[in-house]
C-alpha cells in the first residue's frame, strides 16, 4: 500500500507542476523578433528609403565629368496615390546629408525623392525620382539619376579645362571660345594663343561653347572643332591632340562622363555603305574631283544644324553637306575633321568624321 501510496504523490506533483508552467505560458505572450535580411530594423510601423543615386554617363559631345559630391540636400515628398496623387503634407527636407547609402525613416504611403548634389563651391546637379512605396517593416531602394543644373536656372560659372599636344611638331595654335546659346559669355570670344603641355582652366557662364583650335606648322594649318557644355560648379575636359603624318588634326582623351539626353546628329552618305558614324573616314580622289552628299536623318531634332571643317567654322548650316575633292576648303591631300553641331534649346551635341582626300 505504501509503494502505491507513494508513486500517486509522485503523480500529483508532476501534475501540479505541469499545471504551473502551462499557467505561466499562458499568462505571458511570447516576444516575437523580426530579424531583417539588410540587416537593419525601422521603428515599429515604419518601413526605411534607401538611396542610390548612379553616376554620371555619357556619349562624344563634351559635358561635365561628375563632381566630387561633398553632401546632398534631400527633398522627399509624400503623395495620396502612386501616380496622379496630390501631394499629402509638406515636403520632408534632409540637409546636409553625407552619407546616401544610411536609411532613412518614412511612415508607409507614395513618396517622390528630389536629390541636390553639392561640390565644394555648391549646387551643382539635381535628380527627381519616380513614384516609389513605402511599407511598414520593409525597405525600399531608389535611384535617382543627377543631371547637371539647367543653364536657365544656374547662378554660378563652370569650367572648361584644357591642354593641347603638338606631338613634338614645331607648332603654334590660337583657341577661339564662342557661345551658342543666349547669355553665355567667353573671354576667348577673340582667338588666343594657347601654349602645348600646360593644362589651362578657364571660368564660363554656363551654356554650349564651340571651342575652335587652329594650329600652324610653317605655312600648313590644321584645325579642331569641338562642342564643350559648361554647366554650373562642374567641370568639362577635353585634350586636343595634333598628329604631324599628314598634319592631321585629331581628338584624344576626350572626358566625356555626363550626357543629359544627348541627342548626336545622325548621318547617311549618298554613295556606298551609307551610315556615317563616329570617326568614320570617308576618301575621295583629288584626281577625278570626287564628291559625297553627308545627309542628317534626325533633323528634325535640332533647331539648327552647323557644319565644321579645317579653317572652315561654320560657314555651311544646314541638313546637308556636300564634300568635293580639289574644291574648297578640301584642296589639299591631307585628312580634314568634320564636326556637324545640332543645337537645341537646351545645349549643343555633335558627332565627328573624317575627310581623306588622295590621288
Not at 501510496?5 to 501540479?16: D, I, P, Q, S, Y
Not at 503634407?89 to 525623392?113: C, D, E, F, M
Not at 560659372?157 to 611638331?169: K, M, P, T
Request: glycine residues 10%; proline residues 6%; negative net charge.
Amino acid at each position: 500500500m505504501k509503494a502505491k501510496n507513494g508513486k500517486c504523490g509522485v503523480f500529483v506533483a508532476l501534475t501540479a507542476a505541469l499545471l504551473v508552467t502551462a499557467a505561466l505560458i499562458t499568462s505571458c505572450p511570447a516576444e516575437v523578433v523580426t530579424v531583417y535580411r539588410d540587416g537593419y530594423q525601422p521603428p515599429e510601423g515604419m518601413g526605411y528609403l534607401m538611396i542610390n543615386a548612379p553616376g554620371f554617363t555619357g556619349e562624344r559631345t563634351v559635358l561635365p565629368s561628375a563632381g566630387t559630391w561633398v553632401s546632398y540636400d534631400l527633398s522627399i515628398q509624400q503623395y495620396s496615390q502612386l501616380s496622379g496623387g496630390t501631394p499629402v503634407g509638406g515636403a520632408i527636407t534632409k540637409s546636409p546629408v553625407t552619407n546616401l547609402q544610411l536609411p532613412i525613416n518614412l511612415a508607409p504611403g507614395y513618396y517622390t525623392l528630389t536629390v541636390m548634389a553639392k561640390t565644394s563651391v555648391g549646387d551643382a546637379a539635381q535628380g527627381l525620382s519616380s513614384g516609389f512605396q513605402i511599407s511598414a517593416g520593409t525597405g525600399t531602394q531608389v535611384s535617382v539619376t543627377l543631371k547637371p543644373l539647367p543653364y536657365t536656372t544656374a547662378t554660378g560659372i563652370g569650367s572648361f579645362v584644357y591642354s593641347i599636344n603638338f606631338n613634338s611638331l614645331p607648332a603654334t595654335a590660337e583657341m577661339t571660345i564662342s557661345a551658342l546659346v543666349d547669355g553665355a559669355t567667353s573671354t576667348y570670344a577673340t582667338p588666343q594663343a594657347v601654349s602645348e603641355g600646360i593644362t589651362t582652366t578657364v571660368p564660363l557662364t554656363p551654356g554650349s561653347y564651340i571651342v575652335f583650335v587652329e594650329a600652324t606648322v610653317n605655312d600648313k594649318t590644321a584645325s579642331i572643332t569641338e562642342i564643350v557644355n559648361i554647366h554650373q560648379n562642374l567641370t568639362s575636359s577635353v585634350n586636343f591632340d595634333f598628329n604631324g603624318g599628314y598634319f592631321v588634326a585629331y581628338i584624344n582623351g576626350i572626358n566625356t562622363t555626363f550626357t543629359p539626353d544627348d541627342v548626336r546628329p545622325i548621318m547617311t552618305k549618298s554613295t556606298g555603305t551609307p551610315a556615317v558614324n563616329e570617326n568614320t573616314t570617308i576618301t575621295l580622289s583629288f584626281a577625278v574631283g570626287a564628291s559625297e552628299i553627308i545627309t542628317i536623318t534626325n533633323e528634325d531634332k535640332f533647331d539648327t544644324i552647323t557644319w565644321y571643317c579645317g579653317g572652315t567654322s561654320g560657314s555651311v548650316s544646314g541638313g546637308t553637306f556636300t564634300i568635293t575633292a580639289n574644291a574648297g576648303p578640301f584642296i589639299d591631300l591631307v585628312i580634314y575633321p568634320v564636326t556637324v553641331v545640332g543645337k537645341t534649346a537646351t545645349g549643343a551635341h555633335s558627332t565627328s568624321f573624317k575627310v581623306s582626300i588622295i590621288n
